[in-house]
Antibody, heavy 120, light 107 residues
Framework: EVQLLESGGGLLQPGGSLRLSCATS????????MTWVRQAPGKGLEWVSA????????YYADSVKGRFTISRDRSTNTLHLQMNSLRAEDTAVYYC?????????????WGQGTLVTVAS | EIVMTQSPATLSVFPGERATLSCRAS??????LAWYRQYPGQTPRLLIY???TRATGVPARFSASASGTEFTLTITSLQSEDFAVYYC?????????FGGGTKVEIK
C-alpha cells in the first residue's frame, strides 16, 4: 500500500523559511515523479512543484519560482520542499502526491497534508 | 497556462438522483484529465484518470466522458458518501492545473 506522510509544517512570520518532508513507502520511490499541491483555507487545489524520477528534473508554479526548491532523497525515499521568503499567501495545507508515471501522469496517491501558516 | 473551468460551482441533488459535473479546458489536453473527490478537512482521492478510466476501488456509479475540451463526470444514484467537492485536473501541460471545484450537496 502506498503511504505518504508529510511533516514540517508550522506557524512562521513573513520572510521566514521552512522545509517540508514527505516520507514515502509502499512503492519504488525512484520510479515515479512526485509533486507538491497546496490548498489555502477554504480554497481549491493549487499545484506548487514537481520532480521527475531518476533525473530529478524540476518544475515550479510561477507563484513560488525562485523561492521554493523541490528535491528527493532516494536513500530515505523522502520528498522535500524547501520554502524560503514565505509570504502570507503561502498559507495553506501542503500535500505531497505521487504521480502515476516516471515523468508525468495523474496524482494517484496523496498524503494527509501539513499546514503552513505565514502570519505576523 | 491551461485554465480549467468547472460548472456548476454548487450542485444540489437529492440522494438517489443523478449528478452531472462539467469541466472545460481552455485548450486541448488530449485525454490527460483526472477527477478527484475531497471531503472537508480530508485528502483528495483519485476517482477518474485519462478522462474516463475509473481508479481502483471506485464504484461503477461513477462514470466520465470527454468531447474535445469538455469533460463530464456523472454520478448515478447519489449515495451519502458522494456529497463532497469534486475537482478536475489536467496533466497534459505545465503548469499542472486544477478546476475550481464543484460542491455536491444534499438537496
Amino acid at each position: 500500500e502506498v503511504q505518504l506522510l508529510e511533516s514540517g509544517g508550522g506557524l512562521l512570520q513573513p520572510g521566514g523559511s521552512l522545509r517540508l518532508s514527505c516520507a514515502t513507502s509502499g512503492f519504488i520511490f525512484s520510479g515515479f515523479a512526485m509533486t507538491w499541491v497546496r490548498q489555502a483555507p477554504g480554497k481549491g487545489l493549487e499545484w506548487v512543484s514537481a520532480i521527475s524520477d531518476l533525473d530529478s528534473v524540476t518544475y515550479y508554479a510561477d507563484s513560488v519560482k525562485g523561492r521554493f526548491t523541490i528535491s528527493r532523497d532516494r536513500s530515505t525515499n523522502t520528498l522535500h520542499l524547501q520554502m524560503n521568503s514565505l509570504r502570507a499567501e503561502d498559507t495553506a495545507v501542503y500535500y505531497c502526491a505521487k504521480r502515476s508515471g516516471a515523468w508525468n501522469g495523474y496524482l494517484d496517491s496523496w498524503g494527509q497534508g501539513t499546514l503552513v501558516t505565514v502570519a505576523s | 497556462e491551461i485554465v480549467m473551468t468547472q460548472s456548476p460551482a454548487t450542485l444540489s441533488v437529492f440522494p438517489g438522483e443523478r449528478a452531472t459535473l462539467s469541466c472545460r479546458a481552455s485548450q486541448n489536453i488530449n485525454s490527460n484529465l483526472a477527477w478527484y473527490r475531497q471531503y472537508p478537512g480530508q485528502t483528495p482521492r483519485l476517482l477518474i484518470y485519462d478522462a474516463s478510466t475509473r481508479a481502483t476501488g471506485v464504484p461503477a456509479r461513477f462514470s466520465a466522458s470527454a468531447s474535445g475540451t469538455e469533460f463530464t463526470l456523472t454520478i448515478t444514484s447519489l449515495q451519502s458518501e458522494d456529497f463532497a467537492v469534486y475537482y478536475c485536473h489536467q496533466y497534459n501541460n505545465w503548469p499542472l492545473t486544477f478546476g475550481g471545484g464543484t460542491k455536491v450537496e444534499i438537496k
